[in-house]
Structure formats: structure tokens, C-alpha cells
């Protein structure tokens, strides 16, 4: 299949996923998650986690789990954290992956999480790695917006920057980034040990998550693409068309044939 019937066939499944989402919202949950930078970590081991949030799309209400509230539990205080990393985190993910046995059925939407560095993979390994048993959601269950927008309207919809796509399609459609911290903060963050305001990025980013889903669902959400990408369309899919479907390209052979001839016959 062509390049720009490839792109046409993933807007196409993109959009379908979209509209079940939009058709069943109380089974949508949106979800994000902090951790530590994978970027920095030298000796092989999986990033920690430090926080986890869940929206229900419909309704609003957000579940969250993070490793300064896991302290708060066990009496800890906050700067000894660290010195009791490991227990607290598998409290923290127990609590997590017991909250998912209770959504069985339930749709994740989720931005760029998909593999081992950053995604469900990851948070599942490090509970496994802490002695704990997770709870896994199949892929089917799973929505990537990120992934879907560029289906939507091409990679151009908005600049990577060094801060990713989506702190850009924020500044395009003047969501305010308060509380949501990029990569680069983030790592700083938990360098610093400043579990709160990891926490405080999770929560925002799943509430801006939710905002960039209900605008490409209502198709109020602007970017930067190009009319071809956003209306799906693009000429030279249709020379792949036809170049793949042999009887159309007869059809229109025959139908030059047939206008060549009629000026012919008019000459004459």
C-alpha cells in the first residue's frame, strides 16, 4: 500500500477508536504517570515511580497513587524518603494494580506510554522487580492520543520541540501549562526530591490529556498542519488508488481513449 493510503487507512482506524471513546465516555479513563528520568540512569535498572493518576473522562474524578502519599501512610517523613524507596514504591504500585482489578472493561487513554522506557510495561516490570505481582491491560484497552493525533492530522500538527508535542499543542490552543512539568523539570524534580510537584505534573497532565481529547472529539482542537492533513486528504493518494486498483486505472484509460477520439471526430 502507498505512503498516503497508509496515512488515509490510520486516519480511518484512528477516527473509528476515537468515535467509540466519544460513543462510551464513562468507560474512558485517562492516564499518566511520572517517574525517573530513564535518560540518567547509568547501571541498566528500570526508572522509579514516583506517581500515577487516573481521570474518568466522563465524570472528572481523578485517582492517584504516589510515593509522598505512600510515605504519609507508613510515617515516614518526606525527606527519608528516599532512604525507604523501594518499600514505599511497592505500596504504591500494590495500591495502583489493585484499583485496576476494579476496571476490568474500562478504555486507557494515555500519551506515548507503549514500552519498556515509559508505558504500562514499565510500571508492571518495576512491581515485578519489587516482589509484586501486576495486574496487566491488554493492548486493546489501550488508546494512545499522541500517536492518534498524528494519525488525525500528520507529524507536522505540532513541533516536537525540546519539550515534546505535547507542552507545543498546549502553547497552540493557549491551555496553560501550570503544574505540568517537561521532561527536563521533571527529572530535576526528582533529583531534588520534590515528590509533590512530580504529583501535582501527574494530576495536570491527565486533566490536559482529557482537554486535547475532548477537542479533537468535538474537532475544536487547532494545530499547525496542513490543510491536506486535516481534512485526510492528499492528490497523490489517488494516483496510489489507482496505480492499486488496476480496474479503475482502465476506466480512466479508456476514458481518454474515448475523449481523445471524440476530438478526433470533431476535427474531422
Not at 64 to 85: L, R, W
Not at 123 to 152: N, Q, S, W, Y
Amino acid at each position: 500500500m502507498g505512503k498516503q493510503l497508509t496515512k488515509l487507512r490510520r486516519r480511518k482506524d484512528a477516527r473509528k477508536e476515537l468515535d467509540a471513546i466519544d460513543e462510551r465516555r464513562e468507560l474512558a479513563l485517562i492516564i499518566h504517570y511520572s517517574c525517573e528520568s530513564f535518560y540518567d540512569i547509568k547501571d541498566g535498572r528500570t526508572p522509579r515511580i514516583t506517581s500515577i493518576a487516573v481521570r474518568n473522562f466522563a465524570s472528572g474524578q481523578t485517582t492517584s497513587v504516589s510515593i509522598h502519599k505512600s510515605a504519609e501512610q507508613n510515617g515516614v517523613p518526606i525527606n527519608e524518603i528516599t532512604d525507604h524507596y523501594d518499600r514505599l514504591e511497592k505500596e504504591m504500585l500494590e495500591e495502583f494494580f489493585a484499583y485496576l482489578a476494579t476496571v476490568p472493561v474500562q478504555r486507557f487513554v494515555h500519551w506515548n506510554m507503549r514500552d519498556i522506557n515509559f508505558g504500562f510495561q514499565a510500571i508492571e516490570h518495576r512491581l515485578k522487580v519489587l516482589g509484586g505481582t501486576p495486574t496487566v491491560v491488554e493492548d486493546f484497552r489501550k488508546f494512545d492520543l499522541a500517536r492518534g493525533l498524528i494519525a488525525l492530522f500528520g507529524v507536522g500538527y505540532a513541533p516536537h520541540g525540546e519539550s515534546g508535542r505535547m507542552h507545543s499543542i498546549m502553547d497552540i490552543n493557549s491551555i496553560t501549562a501550570k503544574d505540568a512539568l517537561t521532561g527536563a523539570e521533571e527529572a530535576k524534580a526528582f533529583e531534588e526530591a520534590e515528590f509533590v510537584k512530580l504529583h501535582q505534573s501527574t494530576l495536570r497532565k491527565v486533566d490536559v490529556i482529557a482537554n486535547l481529547l475532548e477537542r479533537t472529539l468535538d474537532g475544536s482542537l487547532k494545530t499547525e498542519s496542513s490543510w491536506f492533513d486535516q481534512h485526510g486528504f492528499h492528490p497523490q493518494a489517488v494516483v496510489e488508488f489507482m496505480k492499486e486498483h488496476w480496474v479503475w486505472s482502465l476506466i480512466a484509460m479508456i476514458g481518454v481513449v474515448v475523449g481523445l477520439g471524440s476530438r478526433v471526430l470533431g476535427w474531422l
